[in-house]
């Protein structure tokens, strides 16, 4: 029997769409999460030390990417009894860096088949051809994939650049941007480069609201309680 060929997700693309068991019961990807942002990672095991820290730290700070429209799912390839017991020892058990009673309520994907670890790419023989390693996709709320982070096993993420990315992609979206190294909420912005020679010598010698670097970087600025009140909705 001929053996299936997996083509990695691409940015731009459609998220892959599946049906899965979850620690919150079953659900269609994406089409449950429409019209809301999603990550969707994976980590390599239950009841190893790096996932555990990774989800408690998922889990706090969960109320905060809710707030951005963004919904969290969770992904290994280890059994539905398996995740269960991981988290419920999680809450009852660990303590970490302040962290305790910490209850994961976002799904975490049983995939013991390994079918959805392929379809996204989340296996990389080179590293372990039985764990998947620490992928993360940003899924838009019409189900694109915008972005594509991977670190390996023994490499925890950052998480303050997966809320950084997340609030980046909302505000080059909302205000038809692009945003600079380093960029935080409250830092100047990029401007669409100029599209004629017109534009540029106009940008180049107008004293408007844009900072100039050279035709074809500008800058301006964009206020940071506008950009959080715009992509920040607290209840």
């Not at 089409?31 to 706090?60: Q, R």
């Not at 982070?149 to 998480?159: C, E, V």
């Not at 979206?173 to 534009?199: H, K, M, Q, Y």
Request: hydrophobic content about 40%; some cysteine.
């Amino acid at each position: 029997m001929e053996e299936k060929t997996y083509t990695m997700p691409r940015i731009g693309e459609k998220a892959p769409e599946f049906k899965a068991v979850t620690t919150q019961g079953d659900i269609n990807f994406p089409s449950d999460y429409k019209g809301s942002w999603v990550i969707l990672f994976s980590h390599p095991a239950d009841f190893t030390p790096v996932c555990t820290s990774e989800f408690m730290t998922f889990a706090t700070m969960e109320k905060q990417f809710n707030e951005a429209n963004c919904k969290l799912v969770g992904l290994s390839v280890d059994g539905l009894y398996s995740h269960i017991a991981w988290l419920r020892t999680i809450k009852e058990k660990i303590e970490y860096k302040g962290m305790k009673n910490v209850e994961v309520t976002f799904p975490l994907i049983e995939d013991i088949t390994m079918e959805v670890a392929k379809t996204y790419g989340m296996l990389q023989p080179g590293e372990s051809s039985t764990k998947a390693v620490r992928a993360v996709f940003f899924i838009d709320p019409q189900g694109i994939i915008r972005t594509i982070i991977y670190y390996p096993l023994s490499l925890g993420r950052n998480f303050e650049e997966i809320y950084r990315v997340l609030i980046g992609l909302q505000t080059a979206d909302a205000f038809s941007v692009a945003l600079p190294a380093d960029w935080r909420p409250g830092d100047d912005v990029i401007v669409p480069t100029a599209g004629s020679c017109g534009v540029a010598k106009e940008r180049m010698e107008s004293k408007n609201d844009m900072t100039c670097y050279d035709w074809f970087f500008c800058t301006k600025k964009l206020d940071k309680e506008k950009v959080l009140s715009t992509v920040i909705k607290k209840k």
